[in-house]
């Protein structure tokens, strides 16, 4: 069938589910005989007061505008999360798929095709070729220039490893990673990838970009998108196209660690390029085809994880568990094995294996810390099924028009415990206040790695990658998007509530890192004209190892992660920046994010203490192994609520003053009714109880003891507590009455 035959039996079926009536008030019959005339036809009553319509592109007049996804109707209302309700304001009784959001944008493309001479016409002699990119549609507030829903491109794209099969929403026009009943799994979640004719400009901030322009991006080279390709006669006028998306992926974390340890760490070549030292099948696969039937629900463009049973595993070779040998006098972070550069940043330790065979495990151990600074044992290796790799295009009716192919930059990273809340929105919140809160809340600025300037892996795919290609991970908008005007504070639209996979969601450039990290060529590092790369072998081996140290370092790492600092014993060198709930350490009934036991108040005649997990004895390979990971609490966390909480935070230290380093968070919660009860009648009459308070226990803790060799008992000096509303904070010390400070 043809595009617009496709696109006729797509409005038919949605139709009756509110779809009809909403688009006749913006003056679009999708039911019309000729549906490909009246697609085209002047649009002269579009109603953008209506939800989920107040950032259709104020230049669009039409059900579908040749190559111009924001400025076509159609495809803005079925495509864009906001749109849920019908002309009456009922919800939509039913979704496009992703295959038939793909459709609908192939007609977008499609309806006028363009010829080859008009592409090159477009060019104006710069140098065009078939370039793969991420893309995702969105509201106005997470695009480019912030004027309209639009489509944003990137040439990295990030999916994400898990337990359970991905499922997609479609009201929200995306996946989330949540598993409805259960705690403890955790969804893959895919990124989509299509081939575009793009070309290569010059950054610029009037037209697409990038997002976020950089002060060096006006003289650097990025790939913009012109035209998207597709199979059939309908894509460029003349021409019958078969197009194919290439994929390749590598977790190569443990060769890297041999390498680095050498020829004492128990394995070399040929043994370290093959398999599980190098992982380069069954990591991901087209979410079209996985489970070997192919569907007609997913577009062929979303490259999805495969589920696994665990999001670690021990390793195993030649039959027997896998081990290295741990070098002697171990440099070590926090239990982790430290490591020299081109191999992982951190290793798990903690599991060692016997000339036997039997394996120790060494959290259970009171001399733990004694047997790892030693060294000179063999450990158990554990896998996980990150990676980083590329996808690119194969289409032979192009080879001798655009024989240039460029690459996407693929990674495979892990688990997103705050998957609606984006490092980009962070970034842009932080950076509207002024420097000193900036610097009160992170001693380092956080980074979204849209922002960051470095080319792909190097090291691993050489022949894939350029290194003058350092705008791989920048989001653009399509070639000659113009600026626009963003929108009116005053018209407010809600960003997605969606996971994204574009690299504005994901953490820059930090040791350690999260969802990539970075090497350089050669065996010397030059601090000034060493030039740096991005690697996902870099990351933690297994990946929780750096997710223990990121949470650990939340003002250091400033990233969208969680803050541990509540659940392990006070430390001088840490403070909560990223308050979290009760619930999310696992307090009050909830479930423990990373599977920590919370920490347990009690009193001793008549004295309170509270018993903390010691942190060396946290070990998050092994929450990994035990399947204790949760996003049930942390997940429905979005950027709003996620910067709420650290402006209350903010305005308790003011309060609290100098002394504030001495202090810890020893409870934190919404205010609940039962709070309010406590008030006296007239604080009670000057807080707005219809909005949001959070409350915090405060307390300044005495020096640490033990009495097992994995907890630490806490003794509390004095305690204070602040309900906290957006203009009132009310403050009670000890058992002392409320005031308002």
Avoid at 91 to 107: F, G, I, R
Avoid at 168 to 180: A, I, K, M, S, T
Avoid at 359 to 372: E, G, H, R, T
Avoid at 428 to 451: A, K, Y
Wanted: charged residues 20%; proline residues 8%.
């Amino acid at each position: 069938m043809t595009l617009i035959d496709n696109a006729t039996s797509i409005c038919k079926r949605l139709a009756p589910g509110g779809w009809h009536n909403l688009l006749l008030k913006h003056g679009l019959d999708i039911l019309a005989p000729c549906l490909a005339t009246e697609l085209r036809k002047p649009l002269t009553h579009i109603d953008r007061t209506l939800a989920g319509f107040e950032d259709f592109c104020p230049t669009g007049q039409h059900g579908i505008e040749p190559g111009k996804p924001a400025q076509s109707l159609l495809y803005h209302a079925l495509a864009s999360p906001n749109v849920t309700h019908d002309a009456q304001g009922t919800p939509l009784q039913d979704y496009p798929t992703t295959a038939e959001l793909e459709t609908l944008l192939n007609l977008v493309y499609g309806i006028d095709p363009p010829s080859i001479e008009h592409l090159k016409e477009r060019a104006q002699g710069a140098p065009l070729a078939v370039v793969v990119f991420s893309h995702e549609y969105r509201p106005a507030p997470d695009t480019v220039h912030k004027a309209r829903a639009d489509l944003c491109f990137s040439r990295t794209g990030i999916a994400r490893v898990g337990t359970m099969p991905a499922l997609y929403d479609p009201q929200r026009r995306g996946f989330l990673p949540f598993v409805e009943g259960q705690d403890h799994q955790i969804r893959v979640l895919p990124a989509r990838y299509s081939a575009f004719v793009a070309i290569q400009r010059k950054g610029d901030q009037a037209s697409f970009g990038p997002m976020r322009f950089g002060t060096s991006d006006g003289d650097r080279d990025f790939w913009v998108p012109v035209h998207k390709l597709f199979d059939g006669d309908e894509c460029i006028a003349g021409m019958n196209l078969e197009l194919e998306l290439l994929s390749e992926h590598k977790n190569e974390k443990l060769r890297r660690i041999h390498l680095a340890l050498g020829a004492n760490s128990g394995w070399g070549e040929p043994d370290i390029s093959r398999q599980p030292f190098v992982i380069n099948e069954g990591l991901a696969d087209w979410l079209s085809v996985i489970g070997g039937l192919v569907t007609d629900e997913h577009d062929p463009g979303l490259l999805c994880p495969l589920p696994r049973d665990c999001l670690v595993e021990a390793a195993r070779y030649q039959g027997k568990p896998l081990t290295f040998r741990v070098p002697g006098q171990p440099l070590l972070l926090d239990s982790s094995l430290s490591m020299p550069p081109h191999a992982p940043e951190f290793v798990h330790i903690r599991h060692q294996v016997l000339s036997t065979g039997d394996i120790i495990d060494l959290n259970q151990s009171p001399s733990m810390m004694k047997v790892l600074n030693k060294g000179r044992f063999d450990a158990l290796h554990y896998l996980d099924f990150t990676a980083d790799g590329w996808i690119n295009a194969k289409c032979a009716a192009l080879d001798a028009i655009f024989p240039q192919r460029v690459a996407a930059y693929s990674l495979i990273s892990a688990p997103d415990f705050y998957p609606l809340c984006t490092q980009r929105q962070l970034s842009e919140w932080l950076e509207s206040m002024p420097t000193d809160i900036q610097e009160e809340l992170f001693s380092q600025p956080p980074v979204c790695l849209s922002d960051v300037r470095s080319p792909a892996n190097l090291s691993s795919f050489a022949a894939t990658f350029d290194r003058s290609d350092t705008g791989i991970t920048a989001i653009v908008a399509q070639a000659d998007t113009p600026l626009g005007t963003p929108l009116p504070a005053l018209l407010k639209v809600d960003s997605a509530r969606r996971a994204s996979y574009l690299p504005d969601a994901a953490a820059g450039l930090f040791a350690p890192g999260w969802d990539v990290g970075t090497d350089f060529e050669g065996d010397v590092f030059d601090y000034d004209n060493t030039e740096w790369h991005l690697a996902a072998y870099r990351l933690g081996s297994p990946f929780p190892e750096d997710a223990k140290l990121c949470a650990a370092l939340s003002s250091f790492w400033p990233a969208v992660a969680p803050d541990t600092v509540q659940q392990f014993e006070p430390s001088s060198s840490r403070q909560t920046v990223k308050p979290m709930l009760d619930a999310e350490i696992g307090k009050a009934g909830g479930v423990p994010w990373d599977g920590t036991p919370a920490p347990h108040h009690y009193s001793e005649n008549g004295q309170p203490y509270i018993a903390f997990t010691s942190s060396l004895y946290g070990d998050y390979t092994q929450s990994a192994l035990d399947g204790a990971f949760s996003l049930t609490h942390t997940g429905k966390v979005d950027a709003k609520e996620y910067q709420q909480r650290m402006s209350a935070l903010l305005r308790v230290r003011s309060i609290i003053g100098k002394t504030y380093k001495e202090w810890r968070i020893i409870s934190f919660r919404l205010a609940m009714e039962e709070d309010m009860k406590e008030l006296d009648h007239c604080l009670a009459a000057q807080v707005k109880s219809v909005q949001t308070a959070y409350r915090f226990e405060m307390a300044r803790l005495g020096s640490a003891t033990s009495t097992a060799f994995n907890k630490v008992h806490v003794k509390v000096i004095e305690s204070s507590t602040f309900l906290v509303w957006p203009e009132t904070i009310l403050q009670r010390y000890a058992e002392r009455p409320w005031r308002r400070t």
